[in-house]
């Protein structure tokens, strides 16, 4: 069965399939989608969440294994199958056919894999999958359509904007959904619902501080602490919004938890970092931060950032831009 992104949440709030396959160019359709799956069938009672993220050296009977184990917990289990090539291998192949000719009873899978050509979607195994569960290729809208999928965006969270500012936005972030997405979440932070002026989009979208978070991120990833910190002075010079830096601030801390725990179960840097959505060439800075920080230093590090966020919105006392700076020097700590 193959469904469209726009019809995920409808196809959600009625019965589950046992098998999700998602594929696609553009990850950030695809974590949404998997995001969504995996929240519907939290709520149905599978409680239970294997992840299973197939490497050079991944033994295809642990997928076999995790069927066949009962959940921990009395309740139903989601398998979470990530294979990051595209390519199971021959043995792969041969497995993947035959769990979806008998898919386990209590056990919703969900496999995840890159955009699939023409060629891989004739596979064997790969028909077999879409023989038995819903298939849903994520690919990111033509640019012509991108203004469209931003406008729906801004309506989540009560804004819109009129057809000049969208086609501005569309054209500065070239197609490339990840950053658009970010665009609109960085609206939410400056300005309250309601509709947006093409001024007020410029000026976001076009990055005119001098000191630019995402040299911040970079400094936290590197250990730089005096950068952290001339760059955190810097932006609060330039009136840089807290809940954005903030933001950025939070979702590296959120994916390096998430590695270090994976790895502390024992996973590779490859495989943790491939659970928290990091591929490639982007993950050579998260190695040399993982290298320093441990479980228990992401943990405190992501308390501060909740108590510092109580402070932005007024709820506890401080100097926010001081706890910014604490937070900064705990994760550059060696």
Same mark, same amino acid.
Request: contains cysteine; proline residues 4%; aromatic residues 6%.
């Given at each position: 069965?193959?469904?469209?992104?726009?019809?995920?949440?409808?196809?959600?709030?009625?019965?589950?399939?046992?098998?999700?396959?998602?594929?696609?160019?553009?990850?950030?359709?695809?974590?949404?989608?998997?995001?969504?799956?995996?929240?519907?069938?939290?709520?149905?009672?599978?409680?239970?969440?294997?992840?299973?993220?197939?490497?050079?050296?991944?033994?295809?009977?642990?997928?076999?294994?995790?069927?066949?184990?009962?959940?921990?917990?009395?309740?139903?289990?989601?398998?979470?199958?990530?294979?990051?090539?595209?390519?199971?291998?021959?043995?792969?192949?041969?497995?993947?056919?035959?769990?979806?000719?008998?898919?386990?009873?209590?056990?919703?899978?969900?496999?995840?894999?890159?955009?699939?050509?023409?060629?891989?979607?004739?596979?064997?195994?790969?028909?077999?999958?879409?023989?038995?569960?819903?298939?849903?290729?994520?690919?990111?809208?033509?640019?012509?359509?991108?203004?469209?999928?931003?406008?729906?965006? #801004? @309506? +989540?969270?009560?804004?819109? &904007?009129? $057809?000049? %500012? !969208?086609?501005?936005? *569309?054209?500065?972030?070239?197609?490339?959904?990840?950053?658009?997405?970010?665009?609109?979440?960085?609206?939410?932070?400056?300005?309250?619902?309601?509709?947006?002026?093409?001024?007020?989009?410029?000026?976001?979208?076009?990055?005119?501080?001098?000191?630019?978070?995402?040299?911040?991120?970079?400094?936290?990833?590197?250990?730089?602490?005096?950068?952290?910190?001339?760059?955190?002075?810097?932006?609060?010079?330039?009136?840089?919004?807290?809940?954005?830096?903030?933001?950025?601030?939070?979702?590296?801390?959120?994916?390096?938890?998430?590695?270090?725990?994976?790895?502390?179960?024992?996973?590779?840097?490859?495989?943790?970092?491939?659970?928290?959505?990091?591929?490639?060439?982007?993950?050579?800075?998260?190695?040399?931060? #993982? @290298? +320093?920080?441990?479980?228990? &230093?992401? $943990?405190? %590090? !992501?308390?501060?950032? *909740?108590?510092?966020?109580?402070?932005?919105?007024?709820?506890?006392?401080?100097?926010?831009?001081?706890?910014?700076?604490?937070?900064?020097?705990?994760?550059?700590?060696?």
């Amino acid at each position: 069965m193959q469904l469209r992104a726009e019809q995920l949440d409808s196809h959600l709030k009625g019965s589950l399939a046992p098998l999700y396959v998602l594929h696609g160019d553009e990850p950030l359709l695809v974590i949404e989608a998997a995001d969504s799956i995996r929240t519907a069938a939290r709520a149905r009672g599978f409680t239970e969440r294997e992840v299973l993220v197939v490497t050079q050296y991944f033994k295809w009977s642990a997928l076999a294994e995790a069927a066949g184990n009962m959940s921990l917990f009395g309740g139903d289990k989601l398998i979470d199958l990530r294979i990051p090539t595209g390519k199971p291998g021959r043995d792969g192949g041969d497995v993947l056919t035959r769990f979806a000719a008998s898919p386990p009873a209590g056990t919703v899978t969900l496999i995840t894999l890159p955009q699939m050509d023409w060629k891989a979607q004739k596979s064997a195994w790969f028909g077999a999958l879409s023989a038995t569960g819903v298939v849903m290729e994520l690919n990111a809208p033509p640019l012509d359509r991108l203004p469209d999928w931003l406008a729906a965006r #801004l @309506a +989540r969270q009560q804004q819109s &904007a009129d $057809r000049e %500012a !969208l086609d501005f936005m *569309a054209t500065h972030v070239e197609g490339n959904l990840l950053a658009a997405n970010q665009e609109v979440m960085k609206l939410a932070l400056l300005h309250p619902p309601g509709e947006l002026t093409l001024e007020q989009v410029r000026n976001a979208v076009m990055d005119v501080a001098r000191y630019d978070v995402e040299d911040l991120r970079q400094a936290l990833l590197a250990g730089d602490a005096a950068r952290a910190s001339r760059l955190l002075d810097g932006l609060r010079a330039e009136g840089v919004a807290a809940p954005l830096v903030l933001w950025i601030i939070v979702a590296e801390l959120r994916t390096l938890a998430i590695a270090r725990a994976e790895m502390d179960a024992g996973r590779s840097a490859d495989e943790a970092l491939a659970t928290a959505r990091i591929f490639g060439a982007q993950q050579s800075p998260y190695r040399r931060a #993982l @290298a +320093r920080l441990s479980s228990g &230093a992401t $943990r405190t %590090a !992501l308390m501060q950032a *909740a108590r510092l966020d109580r402070m932005i919105k007024g709820v506890a006392r401080g100097d926010v831009w001081d706890e910014f700076l604490q937070i900064a020097l705990r994760i550059c700590a060696r």
